[in-house]
């Protein structure tokens, strides 16, 4: 048997360390794991300090079209993806002028999707309206194609959330409410994801901090007390109703302990690169600002070692984490104004595999565990069958990651956007190769489509 591609080297999922294995791809497949070699019309040995990787799956993206494309747009994410060992990513409804609160919108970002980034798999996440309240009909339509809703508790990009706090509570609830009931009436899980932040404290610090120019201001004008009081409401919404939650972007370390001692098994929480990597002492101006913002470094370890770390009543390390990188790009011009009025967000997704590769090389941590927060748990999350791990029968979602090569962030980059808030930050690692369904799409810094 002579394989489409055959990939050969040391490799890892969330379940196993296959040692040094043959990868038989076939038809977009996994066809067959060997300890024999294999043969393939293509081979791509891996050597020295190269490991095999699912394909990483993100899924916290904001992609920017329609709507917003002087900042990012299908096409050029699908070279970002590439180039960070992404292949899979769930789009995010706030996109500024442009939310997908609407079937009619899922549909149109689908097929722009399929159109100008074919070899990624990207799906999307519908908006729970909130203002003037949630839309029943709307959010079963949406069920129909999409399995993941989000709701924001506090102000953000897109202006999706409740501004009246007497109003906010009851709707919200409603809208978890409607997706328990739509999850039974169509028999399939429908996940919410949450942008935990407390709207009230953020509206008082904004107006406490406002007149300082210190750009750490821009963390302490929105208290990290309020995530871990968001998500225990969240979570207590998801037992009432029995929705599967997702924490987006968790950057406290009580918000941390509020999710593990309420979550049940079906609820997960996104980490970012930017709440490992930078904390509130690292907010040099504008370009750092994001929503939730970076914390106390107090609260960057505790994310750290939360990696390592369990969730009341688990086993394995990881559990209930998702590497979720929050890709927000905007276009410089919008980042050089006064730290208040910049938009927040950061674009971080090409420098995903890179973070993992540092997640290994630098913080010890495994590559097993490394697999199960940046592929199996997303994947179980999202209720992909067919992802997130190494097995014959699989999709041949794979990336090579180079754990030998320090790698130093800098230009060129592949976001539209044009910046990078890790511009200069060495990592401990880089992306060699990136397979999307048995598709070599990225080859030591080159791009194959
Ligand atoms: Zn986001």
Redesign the pocket.
């Known amino acids: 048997m002579t394989y489409d591609l055959v990939l050969e080297g040391h490799a890892f999922d969330a379940t196993a360390n296959f040692g040094y294995v043959y990868i038989g791809i076939e038809n977009g497949r996994i066809a067959e794991i060997s300890e024999k070699a294999l043969d393939g019309r293509k081979i791509i040995r891996c050597s020295g300090n190269q490991i095999i990787m699912p394909g990483f799956i993100n899924t916290?993206v904001?992609m920017r079209e329609p709507g917003y494309t002087e900042a990012e747009g299908f096409k050029s994410y699908q070279r970002v993806a590439a180039a960070g060992g992404i292949t899979t990513a769930r789009d995010?409804p706030?996109n500024p002028g442009y939310p997908t609160t609407t079937r009619e919108r899922l549909d149109e970002k689908s097929a722009l999707a399929k159109a100008k980034a074919p070899f990624i798999d990207i799906g999307f996440i519908g908006g729970v309206r909130l203002d003037p309240e949630p839309d029943r009909d709307e959010m079963r339509r949406m069920a129909e194609v999409t399995n993941l809703f989000k709701i924001f508790w506090t102000r953000?990009?897109g202006n999706m959330h409740q501004p009246d706090i007497l109003k906010r509570y009851g709707q919200i609830e409603a809208g978890y409410a409607i997706l328990g009931e739509l999850s039974e009436e169509m028999g399939k899980v429908l996940n919410m994801s949450n942008?935990c932040e407390y709207e009230e404290l953020n509206t008082y610090g904004e107006w406490f901090h406002r007149d300082s120019e210190d750009p750490r201001a821009l963390s302490w004008s929105r208290p990290g007390m309020g995530e871990g009081f968001e998500i225990k409401r969240a979570l207590e919404f998801g037992k009432k109703y029995d929705v599967p939650v997702n924490i987006?972007?968790l950057s406290t370390e009580d918000g941390k302990k509020v999710f593990d001692r309420n979550s049940l098994m079906k609820d997960w929480f996104e980490l970012t690169g930017h709440h490992l990597l930078l904390c509130e002492e690292d907010i040099t101006g504008p370009f750092r600002k994001m929503?939730p913002p970076l914390r106390p470094r107090s609260d960057m370890m505790a994310m750290r070692e939360r990696i390592n770390g369990y969730r009341e009543g688990c086993q394995r390390p990881g559990d209930g984490v998702i590497l979720a990188f929050?890709h927000?790009p905007h276009p410089k011009y919008k980042k050089e104004g006064g730290i208040w009025e910049a938009s927040a967000?950061i674009p971080s997704d090409e420098h995903f595999g890179h973070v993992v590769a540092h997640l290994i090389t630098e913080w010890g941590i495994h590559p097993k565990t490394a697999a199960r927060i940046s592929s199996w748990n997303a994947s179980k999350f999202l209720g992909l069958i067919t992802k997130g791990l190494i097995d014959e029968g699989y999709d041949a979602d794979l990336v090579v990651l180079d754990l030998g090569k320090n790698y130093i962030v800098a230009p060129p980059y592949q976001t539209k956007c044009g910046w990078a808030p890790y511009a200069g930050t060495e990592l401990g690692g880089k992306v060699s190769y990136t397979i999307a369904k048995g598709r070599l799409i990225f080859e030591d810094g080159e791009f194959r489509f």
């Open positions: 916290h904001h995010q706030n953000s990009v942008h987006c972007h929503y929050d927000a967000g």
